[in-house]
């Protein structure tokens, strides 16, 4: 079994930027896909970013493409989301999850692990 820790998450003003990470222990992720969900308060958790085992393939929701970008060290057991142009809509705890296998999927269904999240608030 993993465990996943979240942080970085805070308060920025709209238009900022902020880099979350998510580091792994009980076992390395270097092989497993990686995912960052967020649930923002009365919705649904919702599919922000999915990275593959191998960090050679990333996948985005429509909605933070181009803004974010997500990243991994497997040495280092770490994957890391950098936040930029942040709006208000980006407010949301951010959690980050892993999978048992080396493709990313962008449904939380798929995933076998996960943190207890990281709030972000952006104020406008």
């Known amino acids: 079994q993993v465990e996943l820790v979240e942080s970085g998450g805070g308060l920025v003003q709209a238009g900022g930027s902020l880099r979350l990470s998510c580091a792994a222990s009980g076992r390395t992720i270097g092989s497993y896909a990686m995912g960052w969900f967020r649930q923002a308060p009365g919705k649904e958790r919702e599919f922000v970013a999915a990275i593959s085992g191998s960090g050679a393939s990333t996948y985005y929701a429509d909605s933070v493409k181009d803004r974010f970008t997500l990243s991994r060290d497997n040495a280092k057991s770490t994957v890391y989301l950098q936040m930029n142009s942040l709006t208000p809509e980006d407010t949301a705890v951010y959690y980050c999850?892993?999978?048992?296998?080396?493709?990313?999927?962008?449904?939380?269904?798929?995933?076998?692990?996960w943190g207890q999240g990281t709030q972000v608030t952006v104020s406008s």
């Open positions: 999850a892993s999978r048992i296998y080396s493709i990313a999927l962008p449904s939380a269904s798929g995933y076998a692990s």
